[in-house]
Structure formats: structure tokens, C-alpha cells
């Protein structure tokens, strides 16, 4: 091999090394913690508000209630229907199962999952959220997260939310959605 021969093929493997270093567009996607986090690292994240009124929705089985032992009050399977929602995001949720373990003391949890049927008049989508959720109870309060998956109108989206209850009133769930929008 000749000196100019070795040193042009020297050179074009240090350029197709150095080119294969840098980080391509597609780098954050390899570097993602899911499949489900492939499709939405690139997308636009949303902030909206919303407020989830029980007081108005209905409970439609009341599930299994029961006081433990040490005064423990616990709940399985209640289902609430037809609550109105209003905020950044309006409509319905349609079917909610909540479960709740709370102390004699009023400290404890809930969970339980959800579909609503919304309506995002910012961005004129209608469509179903599919949520799940779990809260912490402190004096009297509820807190906690939630996921979200939609469908309809929201196909493709994504929303990771916190809620929390007024004080004293587990009826009004205020829920701060981050929604990940389609591209």
C-alpha cells in the first residue's frame, strides 16, 4: 500500500468513526426506558387542570365495606358513575372503581381506575381517557398519582397527573395533568 493510500484510508476510517460517535437524532430513543417511551420522547408535553366532582356523579355498587379491629375502615370495589369534570379538560368520568384502607387515625391509601369521556376545547379533541390511580390519606386529604392512556380523539397520547382533594372533602378531585401529545 502506498503512503497517499494509507493515509486517505486513514483518514475516511477516523471520518466514519467520528461521524458514528455523534449522537444522531434517533439517540435519546435508544436510550429510552421502554418501548411505550419511544414514540412519546419526542412529543410536545401539555400542562392542563381539571376537577373531578363526585358529589354530583352516582355510586352504582356500593362494593364491600368494613371496619377492622383496631377501627380501620376499608373499601373494595365502590363504583362511582357519571361524575362531571370541569377545568382545561370537561366532561364526564364514567366509571371509576375506588378502594380505600384508612385508619382509626384517618391515615391510609386509595386506589382504583377510571374511564372519562373529555372534552380538550384548546385543542378541539374529544375522546376517553383510561386512568389508574393511587393516593395517600392525610389529615383528611387525599394526594397521590396517576396515569393515563387515551382513546377516540386522544389516541397515541399519554398523561402522568397528581391530584389531591380540598381538605376535609374527598368528593372534589383536582387532578394537574401533563399530557404528551401526539406528533
Known amino acids: 500500500m502506498t503512503k497517499k493510500l494509507f493515509l486517505l484510508s486513514s483518514i475516511a476510517v477516523v471520518l466514519i468513526i467520528g461521524g458514528c460517535a455523534k449522537e444522531s437524532p434517533g439517540a435519546p430513543e435508544r436510550q429510552a426506558e421502554s418501548s411505550a417511551d419511544l414514540s412519546l420522547s419526542k412529543r410536545r408535553v401539555s400542562h ?54 384508612i385508619s382509626a387515625i384517618g391515615e391510609g391509601r386509595s386506589w382504583g381506575h377510571t374511564r372519562s369521556q373529555l372534552t380538550w376545547d384548546d385543542r378541539n379533541i374529544s375522546g376517553i381517557w383510561l386512568g389508574v390511580y393511587e393516593n395517600r390519606i392525610v389529615a383528611g386529604q387525599m394526594q397521590g398519582n396517576s396515569s393515563w392512556i387515551g382513546r377516540g380523539g386522544f389516541a397515541g397520547m399519554t398523561a402522568k397527573a397528581t391530584q389531591e382533594t380540598e ?17
Open 167 to 183: 381538605p376535609g372533602n374527598f368528593s372534589l378531585l383536582h387532578v394537574h395533568f401533563s399530557i404528551k401529545e401526539r406528533d
Open 48 to 101: 392542563v387542570s381539571a376537577t373531578f366532582d363526585f358529589t354530583q356523579g352516582q355510586i352504582v355498587d356500593r362494593g364491600r365495606e368494613w371496619v377492622d379491629e383496631q377501627g380501620g375502615y376499608h373499601v373494595r370495589g365502590q363504583v362511582y358513575e357519571n361524575s362531571p369534570i370541569t377545568g382545561d379538560l370537561t366532561g364526564v368520568d364514567e366509571h371509576n372503581v375506588f378502594n380505600m384502607d
